[in-house]
Nanobody
Framework: QVQLVESGGGLVQAGGSLNLSCAASGRTFSTYAMGWFRQAPGKEREFVAAITWSGSVTHYADSVKGRFTITRDNAKNTVYLQMNNLKPEDKDVYYC???????????????WGQGSQVTVST
């Protein structure tokens, strides 16, 4: 079992930056691939970014490529999502997720956090 807690969301102006954190507890964090997803009310959850257990391989949705960066610190059991040049369409609830695999994916995650709201004003 893995527990995930996101933090770092908030209100930012368009063009600004936020850094989301996801602290994990429970089973060995370094054995999990990690991902970030987002969801707007009434819409399906959308893949944002993923990172392998070692941090050596990352994958991004086209909509955030070049603006968002996913990293992890296995010593701190934490995964991060640095979001730069935020746009109004990035406004969503952001979720981190853990996948018990050495292979990253845009789906099939085993554990989810409770979400952190990101709002981007014009």
């Amino acid at each position: 079992q893995v527990q995930l807690v996101e933090s770092g969301g908030g209100l930012v102006q368009a063009g600004g930056s936020l850094n989301l954190s996801c602290a994990a507890s429970g089973r060995t964090f370094s054995t999990y691939a990690m991902g970030w997803f987002r969801q707007a009310p009434g819409k399906e959850r959308e893949f944002v970014a993923a990172i392998t257990w070692s941090g050596s391989v990352t994958h991004y949705a086209d909509s955030v490529k070049g603006r968002f960066t996913i990293t992890r610190d296995n010593a701190k059991n934490t995964v991060y999502l640095q979001m730069n040049n935020l746009k109004p369409e990035d406004k969503d609830v952001y979720y981190c997720a853990a996948r018990y695999s050495r292979i990253i994916s845009s789906h099939d995650y085993d554990y989810w956090g409770q979400g952190s709201q990101v709002t981007v004003s014009t």
